[in-house]
């Protein structure tokens, strides 16, 4: 028997040591350390293994089509794209099993699907769905910026993981993806067709599947078909060029923070004369990835977190260098806040939080909920309450039986506590 061809870009002993010479569905439990974990529907054969402390995701496909996907994941990988990240491809041998691939991914932590969500949420709450449905429309505004083109975006095909108080949607499978220098305005409009129809057609299968109501069915389909006014919306606010006088050059800031507040970094501005208004100048901004709060916080503490958890803790770092002034009586600097907040706030609030929700999920995000709460509640009572009423209530949303995982929701903010998949999940 010839032996296969590996490409692996993570060299860790229990990866290398898998059986690569076996048809994956040959894989036995007894001798490989394989994860049952739930997944949508796939039209090839994925399993998941556990090595190194770390879990892989293994699908199984045809040569062309992996090498394909392979090259579409590292590109994404390259320019910091939201997608699963590519950890090899495996050719097995003829002999083995003709013109087959494995595909190996690292697995999504904290992540979950849509449908997963959608069986936990009350039909009558819209609001939930639609901050899901701008985070697919913002996945698909990033991959069209770079030139990709994605061909079967779907809920299948998209997973959730949660950053700060936003949603952040990311690619799994890339198929039947391509890579162009630019899509053009038609590629992007079939592509966002795709999305509508898979999203609309998921919707309803999922309904069907739960037993939900016949009546529905058309807020969700209506609710589909309002995705691409999402889209253009984000999309116009990037590309947009406007004209203004000469005179209202201010407006070049209103932009920048506009885009800013998008979570978007701008990298050139561009005044140009308008050819047919004298007077007049055209606006173009050149537009970064969207990782403007979290550059920000890595500056000025180092840490590496995403964009929207990015934005809640530069608001707490606010807020700690405003005390650190009355309790002084001087300005601090920003390296004296940041030593000052990472010792006194994060550290012992995100050690806190964490136990609150039962070590769920990523300690950092429940530091993000612990500040949501606090602001809720202290809202409510005209009032700061403190950290202590806040963890007993951020305790009180956990999930009674950690091992469960549902997904829990405050019916009057929107709020989420979103655990990390359930393998055991049969859904």
């Keep these: 028997m010839s032996a296969p061809e590996l490409i ?10 898998l059986p690569w010479d076996l048809p994956l569905a040959d894989w036995s439990p007894a001798e490989v350390p394989l994860r049952d974990i739930a997944v949508g529907p796939s039209r090839h054969l994925v399993r998941f293994v556990e090595t190194d402390g770390r879990r892989w995701a293994l699908k199984e496909l045809p040569h062309r089509i992996a090498r394909r996907e392979f090259t579409v994941l590292r590109t994404m990988e390259t320019e910091g794209l939201p997608a699963v990240r ?20 690292h697995y999504l932590e904290g992540s979950w699907q849509y449908r997963r969500l959608f069986m936990r949420l ?67 409009r079939f592509d966002l067709d795709i999305l509508v129809e898979n999203v609309a057609g998921g919707m309803i299968d999922l309904a069907e599947r739960l037993e939900r ?22 999309w116009d606010a990037l590309h947009a060029a406007p004209t203004f006088s000469f005179g209202d050059r201010y407006r070049v800031e209103g932009k920048i923070r506009e885009l800013n507040d998008l979570g978007f970094a701008v990298e050139e501005v561009a005044l140009q004369p308008a050819g047919d208004a004298p007077g007049k100048l055209t606006l173009q901004v050149g537009v970064g990835d969207r990782r403007f709060h979290a550059r920000r916080l890595q500056e000025l503490t180092g840490l590496e977190v995403g964009e929207g958890q990015a934005r809640v803790l530069l608001g707490d770092l606010q807020a700690h260098h405003a005390w ?19 010792e006194v706030c994060l550290r012992p609030g995100t050690a806190r939080a964490h136990k609150a929700v039962g070590g769920v999920g990523s300690p950092v995000q429940a530091y993000c909920d612990l500040l949501e709460v606090r602001w809720i509640l202290s ?6 309450i403190g950290d202590a009423r806040a963890l007993a209530a951020l305790a009180s949303r956990a999930p009674a039986d950690s091992a469960a995982r549902a997904a829990v929701v405050e019916p009057s903010t929107g709020w989420f506590t979103v655990p990390d998949q359930d393998p055991a999940d049969p859904s």
């Design 8 to 17: 692996l870009r993570d060299l860790s002993p229990g990866l290398l040591a």
């Design 86 to 105: 590519p950890a090899g491809v495996v050719y097995q041998s003829e002999s083995t099993k003709p013109d087959t691939a494995i595909l190996v991914t």
């Design 213 to 234: 109501p016949p009546e529905i069915h058309p807020q969700l389909m209506a609710e589909a078909f309002a995705i691409p006014e999402r889209y253009y919306a984000l």
């Design 122 to 188: 009350p039909p009558n709450r819209p609001a939930h769905r639609a901050r899901l449905f701008d985070a697919m429309a913002s996945l698909l505004v990033e991959l069209h910026r770079h030139g990709i083109f994605w061909g079967d975006c779907s809920l299948a095909n998209t997973l959730f993981s949660r950053d700060g108080q936003t949603l952040q949607a990311f690619m799994v499978d890339a198929e039947t993806s391509e890579i162009h220098p630019q899509l053009s305005e038609g590629q992007r």
């Design 379 to 384: 809202e409510r009572e005209g009032a700061d």
């Design 324 to 342: 650190l002034a009355r309790r002084n009586g001087r300005d601090p600097s920003d390296a004296e806040t940041a030593a000052s907040w990472l």
